[in-house]
Each structure stands twice: as C-alpha cells, then as structure tokens.
C-alpha cells in the first residue's frame, strides 16, 4: 500500500510538471511566469463558460472547461492566472479576470466587514461597490469608500445619457467629466470615470475589467473614494457611471 502511494504521489508530480514544462520553451524564454502562493483558496467562476488551459496565457491548450457558479480549489497564481485544482483531480490554469473570491485560508481582518460606505445607494449600486473593492482586495489594494454626494453625480450623469440616447464621458448638458464634478461642488485632487451600458451589474463589471484603460481606474492606487450611478436604459437594459476621486 506504502509503495502504490509513493507511486500516486510520483505521477502526481510528473503530470503537473508536465503542465508547465511541456511548453517550456515559450514560457522560460519570457521568464515572467513565477508560481505563486496567494490566500485565496476558492474562487467562484462568473464566466458563462471557462476554458482551463496548461499554462498562463492562451496560447497554451485548452485542457477543459468549468462553468458560472462553480467553486474551485485554488493551489496558486502565475502572472494573473490561477493554478486550480478541479472536481475531477486534473491541475489546469483559468484567467483570475473571470473569478472572484470565495474561501479565504486566513481571511483577511477586514473582511467580515461591510467595505466602507455611506446610505442612499440602490441595490445595484451597493453590489457594484462590493464587487469593485473585491476586485481591489484581491489585488492587493485598499477598499474605495462609497460616498453620497459622487453618487449623485453619477446618477445624474447616467440619467443623462438615458433620457438623452448618447454614451460617451462628454455629456451636452454637464460638459467633461471633471467639468460636471466642479458643477456639483466635488473637489478632489485626481479623477476618472468609467461607463458601461448593460442587463446586469455582474456583467458590466466583467466587461469593464476585461478592458485596460476601465480595470486601470478601478485598480488605481490613485483613488481613495468611488461613486456609482445605475439606472435604467432602454438601449441596454442599464446604463452605469463609475466615477472615482482621490479626496
């Protein structure tokens, strides 16, 4: 028995050195892909459909696939994937963008806690807060504080595009961005807004992080304060504002 187990273990690491190094070439020559231990132990898939890859990129091969809503073991991080364990024993790497955290394997102090906010935010605007400071949580960054007053603005600036059919940063009643924050009486000293037009909160927020310049805002250590503004849009379903200051 002592003997089938060392062999189990043996293969175990053959197979998930093999997953790694059997593309060795492209990934060694980059020397950018550095196995990680993070203290995330689960992560929920908010991806309709997942590919599971052998390493951490996609120009590697599609091993398998997990799906929204499923629960998986993570064992590290390799360059913004995750090395995760699935339900059927086979060690693959799925992109971080389409997860967020589960189970923790030392929670951190600040999680049993509601992130930092203020009252007069809808529903949709409370869960789009939480998901941002997951996502700045989960990189290492502090939570944003929700305020009121930015709240407002966004609000009012996704009103504005509803009621008048455009989408763009420049509104023809409120100006720039920044010239509508100086209209509301907002001081700040940095600033950057994000917009999406979309059904549901969760896929606006994946739509935003899958692009550069939005996941920039929202990851930026230049920002200390967020405010949120949803309503409804017959173009899309919802239309959203992100606006984000540094006090």
């Not at 992560?43 to 309709?48: K, L």
């Not at 360059?79 to 060690?91: E, F, M, Q, R, T």
């Not at 600040?110 to 409370?126: F, H, M, R, V």
């Not at 989960?138 to 609000?155: E, F, M, Q, T, Y």
Request: glycine letters at 6%; a positive charge; hydrophobic letters at 35%.
């Amino acid at each position: 028995m002592k003997r089938r187990i060392t062999i189990f273990i043996c293969c175990f690491v053959l197979v998930f050195s093999f997953a790694f190094t059997g593309y060795g070439n492209s990934v060694h020559a980059q020397e950018r892909y550095i196995y990680k231990w993070i203290n995330i132990s689960q992560v929920e898939i908010t991806a309709y459909k997942l590919n599971v890859r052998t390493g951490p990129s996609t120009a590697f091969p599609i091993i398998n696939h997990v799906s929204r809503g499923q629960k998986i073991e993570v064992m590290g991080a390799l360059a913004g994937w995750y090395v995760v364990h699935l339900p059927d024993n086979s060690i693959g790497v799925i992109s971080s963008t389409y997860t967020r955290p589960y189970k923790y394997h030392n929670p951190p102090a600040n999680t049993s806690k509601p992130a930092p906010t203020t009252t007069g935010l809808s529903a949709d605007e409370q869960k789009m807060v939480d998901l941002i400071n997951a996502e700045r949580l989960k990189n290492g960054l502090s939570s944003l504080k929700a305020d009121s007053s930015l709240a407002k603005v966004a609000r009012t600036k996704a009103q504005d595009m509803a009621d008048n059919s455009y989408f763009s940063h420049n509104s023809p009643t409120y100006g720039t961005p920044f010239e509508m924050l100086k209209k509301f009486g907002i001081t700040y000293r940095a600033a950057g807004e994000n917009i999406a037009g979309n059904s549901t909160v969760e896929k606006a927020q994946t739509a935003l992080l899958n692009s550069a310049g939005h996941r920039a805002n929202i990851l930026s250590k230049n920002y200390d304060t967020v405010g949120i503004g949803i309503v409804n849009d017959k173009r899309y379903g919802k239309v959203f504002v992100q606006l984000f200051i540094k006090k």
